[in-house]
């Protein structure tokens, strides 16, 4: 276990600096520069380079860039000037993961247990309407459902206030609206894995023995529906805390999401590298727990 | 009746407290913003919601005020008779610490803002000082600058150039002191959190939670407190227009602002007052240079771009995908005042720009292009057209292709771009067509920050490529002489110029509607900040 374990944590920092280095290449081959500007002369701009040291060798860079990520700095914006890009990230990403995690957290739930359900009721109307919502809820992006319930709840029967953020009141609409197609997809997704081990050998003999048709879901059928579903939820976290362009937008969310798009339109060098390597450490780290989870969860795998 | 007399005592008391309350009400609003500021650097501040809240905490020498230049720090001024000169006796005033603002914090924010090494965003404002631009590129030496204290409370201002400019110029937000020690302490990070600035204007930040609110409170320490009426303002940032609306309706902001009527008149329709500005100019810039040799043949050919301009319909075009904006039918909009008073009704111009479509017109003209230029129609190549990938600046230009198309027969491909790499092919002059802005100017076209100076070839780096030097020496006249009339009247002829020559592509100007609640009174509104919230108040009940 421990060698298995440190052997994909040097496999999570080669991939990481593999990353690194793809991404510093690939944003420096974009064209224009982030100093452009019709209203700022070019001597001004020149000077604006150099400041930011980005008038010297593209290798030369990336070198200055990997000594200071060793360090710990991971430098200052470029559009906001004079801030750390560790502050934005820092300001930034406890809402989006507070909210991402709140979101996933009642999406997991939720998704679960109208998947298992919709197993226990197949082909009758109780399963249909579930996979009704649940088709629905895969197939109406935010950016339509989202606006919708704002208008509903907060305009219309002022029950929830329609932006920002800061108290309970204000997460629940974009969480319900963040977690919504991972609740249709985690429904869908739990249905299937239940159905698939119901035709087990062990269920006919739980069956067999005499146990109560809750005692075998409880014990036997999610139990081993969750290998799985355990797949998906290191990215999901990864991804959900990373915040939501569209999400964090229509309910004026001062998360992460819009600096992932932001960034890259203005070219904000540090920040877009910065907020890469964040969320690949996220994601990496998620899927290493998660590969370590599943022997804990199911012990017939063998991490070696 | 000791127990009656307490128990009077008691309402009395509770009363008087409730009177004091009533009477210490607090003035507030909120108002929405679609973005959040960037810097509070007067220095690197670019964007019009850093510019504001600068202002709104800070203040130069003079201040605009309902487009009226007003002394702010400086009490008054002495001018040399070239207009080259200005002696400013300041005020003792304070910054919002309570130390002393001299005329020493001046000359050191010039010095700052055109620091050749720090590259500051807005050192261009800072070339209106004499040997300012050479001070940057390395030819002049810090002592050479124009803006020098004389001592505490007088300064001393040198213009590079004479003009009736140069005063309004003093009253941009660049211009705006920035305390020494704590700058020099700060360095580049001046400007960048709620602990990291100081002003010395009307408010004093109090909270600036990035991406989602800012909080100016009232600056005691303002030498004009007086004038002051609100005691709060909170912004919210990140506001889209749909969710503007809603927070609107709900009471969440007391104002906001929107290009598009769609949300404004809706609320207008609800109650809300609404007062509209004119923006920037849209524009369809042509390169005539052209982004290949063969397009730039016909791009510089004058009869060419005017068979362009009759091609377009702006009426169309402000009806349906710039919806908002008002069509172009000269250059000058019609806000801005000439000697007397508006510019518009003093110079009429009868042959401006078509607002419709001349589709006669236009083939003529492109078959006088044709002929100087010994080619046929089947020679027109493929132009392209170049904007930022947002849906409105497609949409646009979708309907000027087609309409080039329709009147012309000539073909044009769109190219949209993140912004920084369309900027990459303007500076590259990678372009036939691009759509753009540019702003309207403080005083008017003539400028600096006006429309009509991009276009002087006679200055280096120029983005674009027009060249005319009865053009130029309009814009030398008009931007030097220190008479009002010859201004406007070089000003009228530069118009004609720019209606006859096309020079670039005038599509509308933009509308910025301003919806607040109707109870919030406006005062000192002017063109360069739109509405200043500084001096707004709320109509008693």
């Known amino acids: 276990m421990l060698r298995y374990a440190l052997k994909r944590i040097g496999i999570a920092l080669l991939t990481i600096f593999a990353l690194t280095t793809i991404t510093f290449f690939l944003l420096h081959l974009l064209p224009g520069d982030p100093f452009l500007n019709i209203k700022v002369p070019v001597a001004i701009q020149e000077k604006q380079m150099a400041y930011y040291g980005l008038d010297k060798p593209i290798l030369q860079q990336y070198f200055i860039y990997l000594k200071n990520l060793l360090t710990g700095n991971l430098g200052t914006s470029l559009k906001y000037v004079g801030r750390n890009v560790t502050d934005i990230i820092a300001d930034f990403f406890p809402v989006s993961a507070a909210l991402g995690l709140i979101a996933l957290f009642f999406a997991e739930l939720i998704g679960m247990t109208f998947g298992i359900l919709s197993a226990q009721f197949k082909n009758r109307w109780p399963d249909y309407l579930l996979m009704f919502f649940a088709i629905l809820g895969i197939a109406l992006p935010s950016m339509v459902i989202g ?118 339109t203005t070219l904000d060098y540090p920040l877009i590298m910065s907020l890469t390597i964040f969320y690949g450490t996220i994601l990496v780290t998620m899927n290493l727990l998660v590969d370590l989870l599943y022997g804990v969860v199911d012990p017939r795998i063998r991490l070696d | ?28 609003i909120t108002w929405a913003r679609s973005y959040d500021s960037t810097s509070l650097d007067p220095a690197e501040a670019s964007d019009d919601n850093s510019i504001n809240i600068v202002a709104y905490m800070g203040e130069g020498l003079v201040r605009l005020v309902d487009n009226e230049v007003v002394p702010g720090v400086a009490e008054n001024w002495d001018v040399s008779g070239d207009g080259m000169t200005y002696t400013f006796h300041l005020r003792r005033s304070t910054w919002s610490d309570g130390t002393p603002l001299t005329a020493y914090d001046f000359e050191y924010s010039v010095l700052r803002l055109i620091d050749p090494d720090a590259g500051h965003a807005q050192a261009l404002t800072g070339y209106i000082f004499k040997n300012a631009q050479a001070y940057v590129e390395g030819t002049a030496e810090a002592a050479d600058i124009g803006c020098k204290a004389l001592d505490e409370y007088t300064l001393e201002v040198q213009f590079e150039n004479t003009g009736l400019e140069n005063l309004y110029s003093l009253t941009k937000s660049m211009l705006i002191p920035v305390k020494r020690e704590l700058a020099e302490e700060l360095g580049a990070a001046y400007g960048s959190d709620t602990d990291k600035v100081l002003g010395n204007g009307p408010f004093v930040l109090v909270e600036w939670a990035h991406e989602d609110r800012i909080v100016l409170e009232k600056n005691p320490a ?12 909170t912004g919210l940032a990140n506001v889209a227009n749909d969710i503007a609306v809603e927070m609107m309706q709900t009471g969440v902001v007391d104002l906001c602002s929107f290009s598009d009527p769609m949300y404004s008149e809706q609320l207008v329709g609800e109650g809300f007052s609404e007062i509209t500005m004119n923006n920037p100019y849209q524009f369809l810039h042509i390169n005539e240079l052209g982004a290949t040799e063969e397009t730039g043949k016909f791009l510089s050919n004058t009869n060419f771009r005017r068979a362009l301009s009759s091609a377009l319909d702006r009426t169309a075009l402000t009806l349906s995908v710039l919806q908002g904006r008002e069509p172009a039918y000269r250059l000058v909009d019609p ?67 087609d309409m080039f198309l329709t009147a012309l027969g000539i073909q044009c491909v769109i190219d949209p771009q993140p912004v920084q790499q369309m900027m990459g092919k303007v500076f590259s002059f990678d372009y036939d067509f ?72 005038l599509l509308g100007w933009t509308t910025l509607r301003y919806v607040y609640r109707s109870d919030i009174v406006l005062h000192g509104t002017n063109s360069a900040y739109g509405v200043d919230l500084a001096f707004i108040d709320l109509a008693a009940e």
């Open chain 2, 335 to 401: 806000s801005k005042t000439g000697v007397n008073g508006k510019f518009v009704d003093e110079y009429p111009l009868d042959d401006g720009i078509n607002v419709t479509a001349d589709a006669q017109k236009a083939q003529t003209y492109l078959n006088l292009a044709l002929e100087e230029l010994g080619l046929t129609a089947d020679d027109i190549p493929v132009f392209t057209m170049l904007c930022y990938e947002s849906p409105t600046s497609q949409l646009a230009l979708q309907a000027c292709q």
């Open chain 2, 222 to 233: 303002y030498w004009n407190a007086g004038a002051i009426a609100m005691d709060r303002l």
């Open chain 2, 434 to 505: 691009w759509y753009g802005g540019l702003g309207t100017g403080q005083m008017d076209e003539l400028s600096d920050d006006g429309i009509l100076g991009y276009f002087d070839s006679s200055v280096e780096g120029q983005i674009f490529s027009y060249a005319n030097p009865t053009y130029n020496e309009l814009i030398a006249t008009g931007k030097t002489t220190l008479d009002l009339q010859v201004r406007k009247d070089t000003l009228f002829e530069l118009e004609k110029i720019f209606c006859d020559e096309v020079p670039t592509l």
């Open chain 2, 1 to 28: 009746m000791k127990r009656y007399l307490a128990i009077l005592l008691a309402v009395t008391l509770l009363l008087t407290l409730t009177a004091g309350f009533a009477g210490a009400q607090v003035k507030e």
């Open chain 1, 147 to 264: 606006p919708l319930i704002r208008y509903f709840f907060g305009v219309e029967l002022r029950l929830l206030p329609v932006s920002g953020w800061g108290t309970p009141e204000q997460i629940i609409m974009p969480a319900f609206v963040l977690g919504l197609a991972t609740v249709a997809a985690n429904t869908r997704m739990m249905r299937a894995c239940m159905l698939a081990v119901t035709t087990q050998d062990y269920i006919k003999t739980a069956q067999a023995k005499g146990l109560t048709p809750t005692q075998i879901v409880m014990r036997h059928e999610l139990k081993n529906s969750l290998v799985p579903m355990l797949a998906g939820i290191g990215p999901a976290v990864a991804s959900v805390m990373m915040g939501s362009f569209v999400v964090e937008k229509i309910f004026v969310i001062p998360g992460l999401g819009k600096h992932f798009v932001n960034a890259v």
